[in-house]
């Protein structure tokens, strides 16, 4: 075997394989080697874009609501530390072909840590994804709106959740616990009130709310009442904040029945209130009315703090030191622009992210592979394997490279700059 | 191996493979950078849904050849390895194309909704 390399002593490199006819056969065979792996890794992505171009054909709108939970920064700026890594790795080949030693780990060095640069910004994308529960299938729940708003969450396993609510994961029903409903009772003299109500009844089949409709028309009656009741005081009640009701659209739509005279008649308090009406449903159950009732108690005060509410609660289904009422959210203008422009995500928003975690995910792992090929590279670099005539694995990792730069090329685009 | 160091950037055949010049890798990956911060701004602008797709495709198709022909040597390699590349875009063009076809031509069925069931086919009843 060793006195086969000595056959071709005349190229220099000890690694010249004694099967090769010489450095040229061995770097040619190499070379259609690694193109038809990337011919392969051509295919191998074109399946999760099928799925891509497939689902957004189909469901175009999902695509345009959901990308906006996407950072165009991060996306951006990975772009261009890939094709800036890219360069250092076209840099490194020719360095390793003009035999400049310092110049090849300079390059390699630089794309292995422009590498973990990108992961690491991925790192950052994915941990809010998963502190927010923006994720696949049925993990996405999330906790904030693409606008940064709070949500009230269908599972309400949010940090520094709003919600009371407990939700059943198994039937996606809610047991008990507290929904905000701070326009129920709204009063003109007490800006900002809301009722504590502890739910002890759900009928129907709840598992994901459906409807914005109860924003319109709970406006309407709201106001029907006020203007009828207290004209006079008509300008203070435009500055009272308003019950985003579609923001349940990811959460229990909480509305109050004002339409029932028997529900209203339960209410205690200044105002009749009992009745809250949710309507969920997955598009087998478009439509379906899904009632929650609910006892209520005196509304407090919007300053009051906290843990005054606690112990009001204490003796009712909610345990002390669970989530409590929290006084009256109002919305902010940014907020209120987020309701009117942006409307609830459509249905099967969690596809969206089932597709870029997968194609994000694929992704990564190669930019991981890179960076393990890459420093195995370095430390061939460092004890001086490279040569002229065999600087084989340099090109073909650096070919490796430009193939991920080259999906990510396309990927930036389709997932983050969605018009 | 001494040889090495004196090689001329220009003599392309003479070393195992072409060599870039660092002219030719930084105007790539300048030009890369550029297009990458345009089509940022591209989609600022609205020109319309598809328009902006487009332009969007446009430019990281664009942005997918120059990587191709300069920092892969694509422009400069053999052309068997073109060939193989080409081959594989066109396979994979295929697998996307006629997915489309098929899933447009039964979407009506892809959700079974009992209250809105789908057309019956056109065509004459099938005999026997």
Not at chain 1, 14 to 20: D, G, L, T
Not at chain 1, 83 to 105: C, E, M, P
Not at chain 1, 180 to 206: H, L, M, N
Request: contains cysteine.
């Amino acid at each position: 075997m060793s006195s086969a390399h000595d056959d071709h002593g005349h190229h220099g490199s000890r690694f010249i394989q004694h099967h090769y006819d010489d450095a040229q056969h061995q770097f040619d065979s190499g070379k259609f080697g690694i193109w038809l792996f990337l011919a392969q890794e051509v295919l191998f992505f074109s399946a999760l874009f099928v799925a891509y171009i497939l689902y957004r054909v189909h469901h175009g709108e999902i695509y345009s609501y959901a990308h906006k939970w996407l950072d165009v920064k991060y996306g951006a700026i990975n772009t261009a530390v890939l094709i800036f890594s890219s360069l250092t790795a076209a840099w490194a080949v020719r360095a390793a072909q003009l035999g400049q030693r310092l110049l090849l780990i300079v390059c390699l060095g630089t794309t292995i840590l422009c590498a973990c640069t990108f992961l690491g910004i991925k790192y950052i994308e994915y941990a809010h994804k998963v502190h927010e529960h923006i994720l696949f299938g049925r993990y996405f729940d999330p906790c904030v709106s693409p606008g940064g708003m709070e949500l009230l969450t269908k599972n309400n396993e949010c940090s520094g959740s709003k919600s009371t609510v407990q939700w059943d994961p198994g039937s996606g029903k809610a047991k008990e616990g507290c929904f905000e409903i701070s326009k129920i009772d709204q009063d003109a003299a007490r800006p900002g009130v809301q009722a504590d109500c502890v739910v002890t009844e759900v009928t129907g089949a709840a598992s994901k709310p459906i409807t914005n409709r109860c924003r319109d028309e709970l406006q309407e009656m709201l106001d029907g009442e006020h203007e009828a009741a207290d004209a006079p005081k008509s300008e203070k009640k435009e500055e009272a904040p308003k019950f985003p009701c579609w923001r349940p659209a990811y959460q229990p739509a909480v509305c109050p029945d004002l339409t029932d005279a028997d529900k209203r008649s339960h209410g205690i308090g200044a105002r009749p209130q009992a009745g809250i009406i949710v309507e969920y449903g997955d598009h087998l159950e478009r439509g379906e009315e899904v009632v929650i009732k609910a006892d209520c108690k005196a509304p407090m005060q919007a300053t009051a703090p906290p843990a005054v509410a606690g112990t009001e609660i204490g003796d009712r289904s909610l345990k002390p030191g669970e989530r409590s009422l929290r006084p009256a959210h109002v919305l902010t203008t940014h907020e209120e622009h987020e309701l009117e422009s942006l409307g609830p995500p459509p249905e099967h928003t969690s596809m969206f992210f089932t597709i870029y975690f997968a194609m994000t995910g694929l992704h990564g792992i190669h930019v991981l592979v890179g960076v393990i090929v890459f420093v195995w590279l370095l430390v061939r670099a460092l004890k001086g394997h490279f040569t002229a005539d065999y600087f084989g694995p340099i090109d073909y990792a650096a070919l490796y490279w430009h193939i991920v730069d080259l999906i990510w090329i396309f990927l930036f685009p389709l997932l983050y700059l969605i018009h | 191996m001494s040889s090495t160091t004196h090689h001329d950037e220009h003599a392309d055949d003479h070393g195992l493979a072409h060599v870039a010049t660092v002219k030719t890798l930084t105007a790539t990956g300048g030009t890369l950078l550029l297009l990458t911060l345009v089509t940022v701004l591209a989609t600022k602008i609205d020109f319309g849904a598809n328009i902006n797709l487009a332009i969007a495709m446009v430019i990281a198709v664009t942005k997918a050849t120059l990587v191709i022909l300069f920092f892969m040597h694509l422009r400069y390699d053999r052309l068997f390895h073109t060939v193989v590349f080409v081959s594989a875009i066109c396979a994979a063009s295929l697998f996307v194309g006629f997915t489309l076809m098929d899933s447009s031509q039964y979407q009506h069925t892809n959700i079974w909704q009992p209250s809105a069931p789908p057309p019956a086919p056109v065509g004459p009843r099938p005999t026997g």
